[in-house]
């Protein structure tokens, strides 16, 4: 599949790189990465990039803000995501061929050449595959890049994602250019004092039941603190992890258009039906939905905490 991506990128001359909104680490990584290479290895070729951004654009590299006519006669690597829920829009339905190269459960309806490796720790990790296999040039900034993303998805080798491969991967990249002091370091974030006393927050309102805690945040709650709903969510779900006696814990943030944000996570057993269920997806023990009303809440736990007994 790899040689059939390669044929795809060397018969386009126009090639959008894009990724899922509020990218992360690994969203950025992944195309960035790939962004790098085929820049190098193709410098008569328009390669551009699409997205929203935030500040985990650790190179500030500026998107292409590209319009939907923009995409026509292209082809589309869509990177790090492979389901509609966390697209920006669907302009790359104007694209002439699309490639997926994502590492999250998904069986998408769309894409001419679908590479999804859900066993892999990151979508980054499965670029720098492609591209050392191919034979693409990594360089410096790319390998950068893609270490970042690894280091990013895999919270620094610790989730079960991590592999052999995992390392291999980082082998290369190292070999490659990537300084890994240099990039833990960008990867540092500081906080603002609003943001910690967040924190504090969330870690004195969990809610348990059964085996699963939980935190609910209002709009009103998360503006008192100046955070958004995104932080709320993704920026603190990991807070309630490692309470004896739970096995999984989720956060629900209520967006400013009053939907609800729900993250999943589990410590061993794999909870991602939960997340289809209501609608969402992601990994087995990482993953998430949003959900129209506060009623559905009680339900979600009710339907993880019966999953995560299934075989007890
Ligand atoms: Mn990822």
Do not use: W
């Not at 929203?52 to 589309?76: G, P």
């Not at 490639?99 to 999804?116: A, K, Q, Y």
């Not at 980054?124 to 390998?143: C, D, H, K, W």
């Not at 959900?291 to 009710?302: D, E, V």
């Amino acid at each position: 599949m790899f040689d059939q991506i390669y044929a795809l990128i060397k018969s386009f001359e126009k090639i959008i790189i894009i990724r899922h909104m509020n990218p992360d680490y690994d969203a950025y990584g992944s195309q960035f990465g790939l962004y790098y290479a085929l820049k190098e290895a193709f410098p008569n070729k328009t390669i551009l990039l699409d997205g929203d951004d935030n500040d985990s654009n650790f190179y500030n590299v500026k998107m292409d803000h590209l319009s939907e006519k923009d995409y026509e006669n292209s082809l589309v690597i869509l990177v790090d995501q492979s389901s509609l829920l966390m697209l920006k829009d669907e302009n790359f339905r104007r694209a002439s061929k699309m490639i997926i190269i994502d590492h999250h459960e998904s069986t998408p309806d769309f894409g001419d050449v679908v590479l999804i490796r859900p066993n892999y720790s990151s979508a980054s990790e499965l670029v720098t595959e492609f591209l050392f296999t191919e034979g693409l040039p990594i360089t410096e900034q790319s390998a950068n890049a893609l270490f970042i993303g690894i280091v990013g998805d895999s919270n620094r080798f610790l989730y079960s994602g991590t592999s052999a491969n995992t390392f291999k991967m980082c082998e290369i990249l190292i070999e490659s250019g990537a300084d890994i002091i240099a990039d833990y370091k960008i990867m540092q974030k500081e906080e603002t004092e609003n943001q910690k006393r967040f924190k504090g927050f969330i870690l004195s309102s969990f809610i348990i039941e059964g085996d699963v805690a939980y935190n609910i945040v209002s709009k009103e709650e998360r503006s008192k603190y100046g955070i958004d709903a995104f932080f709320s969510s993704r920026g603190s779900v990991n807070l309630l992890s490692g309470i004896i006696n739970t096995k999984a814990f989720v956060n629900f943030t209520e967006t400013d258009d009053s939907k609800y944000y729900v993250e999943i996570r589990s410590k061993e057993i794999p909870v991602v039906n939960v997340a289809k269920a209501f609608g969402g997806g992601g990994h087995e023990l990482a993953c998430g939905t949003t959900i129209g009303s506060f009623g559905q809440i009680s339900n979600i736990i009710k339907a993880l905490n019966e999953e995560v007994n299934k075989s007890a």
